[in-house]
């Protein structure tokens, strides 16, 4: 009965008489049964006038069901009702009506039914279908629902067809299978043609998606195509879609191979292909020729930051993150090599230069080095990574320690007269006067050199609330990891101890290991003071971790990566990835810190070292043969003894030149020469006087208790017209101020809207992160394209927005907006 019943039911909400001709003589039972509150029921039998004159003026507003068992009459002269019937509601009980009833549709939409049937056989897809109704639906947009339903998705063609691409390329076919047999496949087509231009003799979802790809390409290459605009700005939203990433770039695939995109690139100019990314090879063929413009040095350090910048825009940008970072760090090493003049005037103007800008040769060096290892393309790289390695050795290593070897020939005695000498570190950052005193917690990382201390001080101050300077010191000689750690240490007296290794007293307190460290602090500051290792720091609990800071002034804690890498030859090959993990196991550390109250906090080391990533020459070694009594000859750079012979190619210091108590002598291995020995490692060295070596990093950091860090300011700039009268809009953004470590980038989502919100061009994805200091290098300029919902906004105002993620969700703010007037004419469509 209630297949009947609610029907009807649904009827009597929009109509007061419902008429119900009872075809085949089927249900008298079920209308006698039939009980319908505030529905009275009445049996055609001849008695139509009777019928007429109580519904219409008996009882004009009460509500009735009529029946007939038998059919309409066939000629509408004999249907005495038939004007109350036209103006009224029928009940109809074939299959197609039932639906219809189901569904609380008119009669009008019994063909719609009709002609998709098997759709309504379903009672999943009728409910789900009933859901998305509404009044006044057309044929056109129940068909676009009955659509949706099929593939799972919002009655959008755009949406509908990214599920079904989805399906195609996860090699399944049930949502097709559904449109079709729901007789729905050629209202499919016509809606692709309608808004993509669409049309072909083997209409297929493969043979669309391989036309939208062909006929996208084309048109970003300036060539004729059979699809318009709106597929370009589908394919935009398809490629940038979060849930349809994979299938996108599984079909791109499919599709690059079967149009043969890899052919057609090799005659394209990799700098018309900047702003293109629908194929992964296209970023292969920009990689390639980037790649070999360096190496023939035929492509600017920033006109290569360009291009690198514009495919991080990209879509398959994270897939070559690491050789787009290392074609421009290589691009900015051979830049800045070429400007570097290398000349010393001193042994004070040295350590200057290298700290304020010849460090920067060896950091590019290592990011290169660790990107290009990290890409896995060692072919690819290969002749550029040759180049570089020359470069370094030659132009850069060696030209820079053969000149400032000259410098340490001279001196006298190991110090500097505007840099402090390792050994004064304690007085001079730790043992701060009573009036300024203060807890302090030193992070002393092995081997941590100058280039990595400034790249971790431009990682801190990026962080909110935190401020960062960083100061230089000059290590102690030899510079090998007992000696640094042992000047970092409160002293009066350093000395070398006794037997065949390097250990080193502090006032006569053996400085070796952790324990024995935490001996002299804890003596030197009455109790308040100890050292813990950095791996134990961070397995310590929120109560132990506060405990310690609470009980203690100064804490040394000691954090060993790179040494403990570059020191095996084994691993030494590995060293560059341990700077990476290093920067990031310091900033965990600061943090935790940080986090339990600590605000004051420096981090340093006890030397930095020499690394070239490719095998040495015979050239790169000395032909130094040690002479005397040695103590301690395990290093490739230098030798404790007494009675040491000198010889050329070392240099030859004594214990008190170097700032030691005793009789021991040192000779380090001249410029960046290496020692012959066998069994050691070659490429990681330390030990010895070259800048890489001795320059050590004092960053200091302290935590503040007010945010400090904002991101950049953007602008709309608007031009003389506020009209869009073409199918395209071309506006340029300006970020007010560069990037910088307390001024962030900023990514922002830009589009064109109606008033009530409904985007009518593509979207993009744009990144602010300039760091240029003039302010013309800072405008973005990007091209919105129009679609055919724009045409409906014609003479309306419409606005340019601009939009911010939510962090940590998938929701965007509203950031700016400016409003245009959309004024198109006809002739548009000729654009």
Not at 657 to 686: C, D, N, P, W
Request: hydrophobic share 35%; proline share 2%; glycine share 6%.
């Amino acid at each position: 009965m209630s297949n009947i019943q609610d029907p009807l039911a649904r009827l009597f909400a929009k109509h007061r008489i419902v008429f119900w001709f009872d075809s085949d003589k089927e249900l008298r039972k079920d209308f006698e049964q039939l009980e319908l509150a505030g529905v009275e029921k009445i049996e055609l039998l001849g008695n139509e006038f009777g019928v007429k004159h109580r519904i219409l003026r008996e009882c004009p507003f009460d509500k009735f069901l009529i029946y007939h068992e038998g059919p309409e009459p066939e000629n509408p002269l004999d249907n005495w009702l038939l004007d109350v019937q036209l103006a009224q509601g029928e009940f109809r009980t074939d299959q197609a009506s039932m639906h219809l009833g189901d569904l609380g549709l008119g009669p009008e939409f019994a063909d719609l039914v009709d002609q998709h049937l098997d759709f309504f056989k379903s009672s999943a897809r009728k409910e789900a279908l009933k859901t998305l109704l509404r009044d006044k639906d057309s044929h056109g947009a129940i068909r676009m629902k009955m659509l949706a339903v099929c593939a799972g998705a919002e009655p959008r063609i755009d949406v509908i067809l990214e599920n079904l691409l989805a399906e195609l390329a996860a090699e399944r076919g049930e949502k097709l299978k559904a449109l079709q047999r729901a007789n729905l496949e050629e209202f499919l087509w016509s809606q692709l043609e309608k808004q993509y231009g669409y049309s072909s003799e083997s209409k297929s979802v493969r043979d669309f998606v391989i036309e939208l790809f062909k006929s996208c390409y084309a048109m970003e290459m300036g060539q004729e195509s059979r699809l318009n605009t709106e597929a370009v700005i589908f394919l935009k939203r398809w490629k940038d879609s979060i849930t349809h990433r994979s299938s996108f770039e599984k079909l791109s695939n499919e599709c690059g191979d079967l149009l043969n995109i890899r052919q057609d690139l090799q005659g394209r100019d990799y700098k018309a292909l900047q702003e293109i990314d629908y194929f992964r090879l296209i970023d292969q063929k920009v990689i390639s020729d980037l790649v070999r413009a360096i190496t023939d040095r035929t492509i600017s350090a920033g006109e290569c930051a360009l291009v690198v910048r514009a495919r991080r825009q990209g879509h398959w940008y994270a897939d070559f993150n690491d050789l787009y970072e290392a074609v421009e760090f290589a691009s900015s090493f051979i830049y800045e090599l070429e400007h570097l003049k290398l000349q010393i005037e001193s042994f004070a103007a040295g350590i200057q230069k290298y700290c304020s800008s010849w460090f920067r040769i060896d950091q590019l060096y290592r990011k290169y080095m660790y990107h290009e290892k990290q890409s896995g393309q060692t072919s690819l790289l290969e002749k550029m990574t040759i180049r570089l390695e020359d470069l370094y050795t030659n132009a850069f290593l060696l030209k820079l320690g053969d000149g400032w070897q000259q410098h340490v020939d001279r001196c006298v005695s190991w110090h500097s007269p505007l840099v402090p000498v390792q050994n004064r570190f304690f007085d001079q950052y730790v043992a701060l006067p009573s009036s300024q005193k203060k807890k302090m917690f030193v992070i002393i990382s092995d081997a941590f050199r100058y280039e990595i201390g400034e790249e971790l001080l431009r990682r801190i101050q990026s962080e909110d609330r935190y401020d960062a300077q960083l100061e230089a010191m000059v290590g102690m000689l030899p510079s090998n990891t007992q000696v640094g750690m042992a000047a970092l240490l409160p002293h009066k007296c350093l000395s070398f101890g006794e037997g065949d290794s390097v250990t080193v007293l502090a006032d006569g307190i053996s400085t070796l290991g952790t324990a024995n460290r935490a001996k002299v602090l804890n003596n030197a500051l009455a109790g308040s003071g100890t050292a813990i290792k950095a791996d134990e720091f961070l397995d310590l609990n929120r109560d132990d971790c506060r405990e310690l800071i609470r009980s203690n002034d100064v804490v040394y804690l000691y954090h060993n990566r790179i040494d403990a890498t570059g020191d095996k030859k084994e691993s030494e090959g590995r060293v560059f990835e341990a700077v990476e993990d290093t920067l990031q196991d310091l900033v965990k550390i600061v943090k935790k810190l940080a986090g339990n109250n600590a605000t004051n906090m420096i981090v340093t080391s006890d030397h930095g070292f020499i690394y070239q990533n490719k095998p040495l020459d015979e050239s790169d070694f000395s032909a130094a043969e040690v002479r005397g009594d040695t103590l301690y000859h395990q290093d490739r750079r230098f030798v404790l003894g007494k009675g040491l012979k000198d010889h050329s190619s070392l240099r030859h210091f004594t214990a008190e030149q170097l700032g030691f108590s005793g009789e021991a002598e040192v000779q380090i291995s001249k410029s960046t020469y290496r020692m012959r020995l066998k069994g050691s490692g070659s490429r990681f060295v330390h030990g010895g006087a070259s800048l890489q070596e001795i320059v050590v990093p004092v960053v200091k950091i302290n935590k503040k208790r007010q945010s400090d860090v904002s991101s950049v300011a953007v602008d709309i700039i608007r031009s003389s017209s506020t009209v869009i009268s073409s199918g395209q809009l071309s506006v340029a953004f300006f970020q007010a101020d560069p990037v910088s470590a307390k001024k962030h980038a900023r990514t922002l989502r830009a589009g064109i809207y109606t008033k009530s919100g409904e985007l009518i061009s593509d979207s993009h994805e744009i990144s602010f992160d300039l760091t240029s200091e003039q302010s013309r290098e800072r405008e973005i300029k990007v091209r919105f394209l129009l679609n055919r919902k724009a045409e409906e906004a014609n003479g309306q105002t419409v606005l340019l927005r601009l939009e911010e993620k939510v962090a940590g969700t998938g929701h965007y703010t509203e950031y700016k907006t400016v409003s245009y007037t959309m004024q198109r004419s006809f002739t548009s469509d000729f654009d």
